[in-house]
């Protein structure tokens, strides 16, 4: 009963690994669940805002994890390391190799690794914090690589746990136009849900699917139906998106603002609770130690004192100008500064005295063994 409670890999694995009999009472994590890449329609046929820019293609869902990792006995001559931890993101290839992506940028590369090709979990601390979504396409010249769709804005799955099958997965995902469309696997097509094309953000909270448009209501998806049902009032943030956040079991809506005169410059935020006794919307005025991440595919809460080179009450956001940066906004003096790039890369990509790969790439055997 207990190990058919546990939805996460890493737990499964700790598991299995008590003794004989704890490792026959339950089967391995790869038995049940869906393995990505899944296959999907191509997402532009259910838009139809404009003419496909290429003819219609197959639409592939990748999966990435996101791990905390923390060194159980940490070097006593090394300041640097204490006892705090960093983030590690991870997708997995068919064959089983693990590849580093930037928790935030969701960007991967090439660099290969060359120490170490395997990792002891006896001496690491390793905890699942969630896992993001992307779609993307293959050319037909070049059959190896993929590219993200350029109209998918944001995507969520559920349920995907060590005992869900593929079929019994549900994928909502908003367009770039605001749209928000369904699909499950085996769909010929997607479907559209929902009248308005004003939606900014897509959760899985509390294992239900919820939406928020650009008002500031959140809206709860039943699935079976398709419907939206009110879930919030209308937060009337006056700001260019709205992002929802889980953070210590409480959802936030994360409003940014850009400038007037120059749309892709972010001048500010401002975050909101939902009291769902009060049913109404509290403006949060500090985020106490807790760190905001808004990535390119997903957005998530950190606890600054666990991890290594964080600051709290403040909020993580991508730049998409001419050079795309990691920047960072206190709700403390609503300042604005880039992320150092060296202090950048060791949030995520441990010291090389921890034992911990030192740059992104395809990995051997990562964390499962």
Same mark, same amino acid.
């Given at each position: 009963m207990i190990g058919r409670s546990l939805d996460t890999r890493i737990d499964v694995l700790r598991f299995r690994s008590i003794c004989s009999s704890w490792r026959s009472s339950i089967p391995p994590f790869s038995a049940n669940p869906p393995r990505f890449p899944l296959q999907f329609p191509d997402p532009n046929t259910a838009t139809l805002t404009e003419p496909p820019r290429w003819p219609p293609r197959l639409a592939f869902l990748f999966q990435t994890t996101l791990y905390y990792i923390q060194t159980l006995n940490p070097s006593t001559s090394s300041s640097t390391l204490s006892n705090k931890g960093w983030l590690m993101k991870v997708d997995e290839s068919n064959s089983g190799k693990l590849r580093f992506v930037n928790p935030v940028l969701d960007s991967r590369t090439r660099y290969t690794i060359t120490r170490p090709k395997t990792l002891n979990l006896l001496n690491f601390r390793v905890v699942e914090y969630g896992k993001a979504y992307t779609l993307q396409f293959q050319l037909p010249i070049n059959k190896r690589r993929y590219f993200p769709y350029p109209f998918v804005k944001k995507l969520v799955v559920f349920p995907n746990s060590a005992w869900t099958n593929a079929d019994e997965c549900s994928i909502f995902m908003i367009f770039v136009d605001g749209k928000l469309g369904f699909a499950k696997p085996g769909d010929e097509k997607w479907t559209l849900v929902g009248e308005s094309?004003?939606?900014?953000?897509?959760?899985?909270?509390?294992?239900?699917?919820?939406?928020?448009?650009?008002?500031?209501?959140?809206?709860?998806?039943?699935?079976?139906?398709?419907?939206?049902?009110?879930?919030?009032?209308?937060?009337?943030?006056?700001?260019s998106q709205k992002h929802l956040v889980e953070s210590c079991g409480a959802l936030y809506v994360v409003d940014k603002y850009n400038d007037i005169d120059d749309d892709k410059k972010v001048v500010g935020?401002?975050?909101?609770?939902?009291?769902?006794?009060?049913?109404?919307?509290?403006?949060?005025?500090?985020?106490?130690?807790?760190?905001?991440? +808004?990535?390119?595919?997903?957005?998530?809460?950190?606890?600054?004192?666990?991890?290594?080179?964080?600051?709290?009450?403040?909020?993580?956001?991508?730049?998409?100008?001419?050079?795309? +940066?990691? +920047?960072?906004?206190?709700?403390?003096?609503?300042?604005?500064?880039? +992320?150092?790039?060296?202090?950048?890369?060791?949030?995520?990509?441990?010291?090389?005295?921890?034992g911990l790969p030192q740059a992104n790439g395809w990995v051997y055997q990562c964390l499962y063994t």
């Open positions: 094309s004003n939606y900014d953000d897509v959760i899985v909270y509390k294992g239900q699917f919820y939406v928020v448009d650009k008002v500031g209501i959140v809206w709860w998806i039943e699935c079976s139906s398709l419907k939206l049902v009110q879930f919030s009032p209308t937060l009337w943030g006056l700001g935020f401002k975050v909101y609770k939902l009291d769902e006794e009060l049913g109404q919307w509290v403006l949060v005025k500090s985020l106490g130690d807790q760190v905001f991440v +808004l990535g390119a595919d997903c957005s998530f809460s950190v606890p600054a004192q666990e991890f290594s080179g964080y600051k709290g009450d403040s909020i993580l956001f991508i730049d998409s100008g001419d050079v795309t +940066l990691v +920047l960072v906004f206190s709700l403390k003096d609503h300042s604005i500064h880039e +992320l150092d790039s060296c202090n950048h890369f060791q949030r995520f990509w441990p010291p090389e005295q921890t």
